[in-house]
């Protein structure tokens, strides 16, 4: 599974991270994203250094999995472009809530709804 993670230098992404490491997520491939001040440095993830992209210019072809964790401007500006690009968003702001077309997901309540993703998105409060 090819991940990325955008904000993943804030607080929220960290505790992403960590949780993928600590459960042993199948992770083929991290790719971090955050804002163009973050991009360029490094940050370690599983033994390896990942250099953190500029999530704004970033080409997202490749990844599977785009956990977003950068707040509701930050996703509303972004996560149609990187669903188009063939990730499946799942987006922890505000942003998505009230959208009918993106499902808001409470795995404990209403997994299923996972699999009912018209615009590649899937919002988790």
Request: net charge negative.
């Amino acid at each position: 599974m090819r991940v990325g993670i955008v904000g993943a230098t804030g607080q929220v992404g960290g505790v992403m991270r960590s949780i993928l490491q600590e459960r042993s997520f199948p992770v083929d491939e991290m790719r971090l994203f955050a804002s163009a001040r973050s991009a360029g440095t490094s940050i370690q993830w599983n033994g390896q250094e990942i250099v953190v992209e500029d999530a704004s210019t970033a080409d997202f072809s490749g990844v599977d999995i785009a956990l977003f964790s950068a707040g509701k401007t930050t996703s509303l500006e972004l996560a149609e472009k990187v669903a188009s690009q063939g990730a499946l968003v799942i987006d922890n702001s505000s942003a998505w809530r009230m959208d009918p077309e993106v499902p808001l997901v409470v795995p404990e309540v209403n997994a299923d709804q996972v699999l009912n993703t018209p615009k590649g998105i899937i919002a988790n409060p």
